[in-house]
Nanobody, 128 residues
């Protein structure tokens, strides 16, 4: 019913920046993200997936994990059905697969089990 696609990952040096995008695919273009909170989750090598950021359906509430506060910024552009994650001052420990997830009418933050839809993930690698 709702297909999400992440993009913007890549390989950067420590201290660099990336902007990730989470966008509804063409097949789901008739569905709006307006009523979904969108979260970004990261799965580092050998570790479980964890929530790093979230933005509410209205865009009025944002959540950041402590270890990304001041470095990452989440935003959404409703006309494009897109949520962005601007990542600055990247560190090697930020390396992992980044997934976006949509949760219908949820508050931020929301848990993995509360997610209704997931993207396929995009790889972020930060070298030292």
């Amino acid at each position: 019913q709702l297909q999400l696609v992440e993009s913007g990952g890549g390989l950067v040096q420590s201290g660099g920046s990336l902007r990730l995008s989470c966008t509804a695919s063409r097949t789901a273009s008739r569905f709006s993200l307006d009523y979904y909170a969108i979260g970004w989750f990261r799965q580092a090598p050998g570790k479980e997936r964890e929530g790093i950021s979230c933005i509410s359906s209205s865009g009025g509430s944002r959540y950041y994990a402590d270890y990304v506060k001041g470095r990452f910024a989440i935003s959404r552009e409703y006309a494009k059905n897109t949520v962005y994650l601007q990542m600055n001052s990247l560190k090697p420990e930020d390396t992992g697969i980044y997934y976006c997830a949509a949760a219908m009418e949820r508050l931020c933050p929301f848990a993995l089990r509360e997610s209704d839809y997931w993207g396929q993930g995009t790889q972020v690698t930060v070298s030292s």
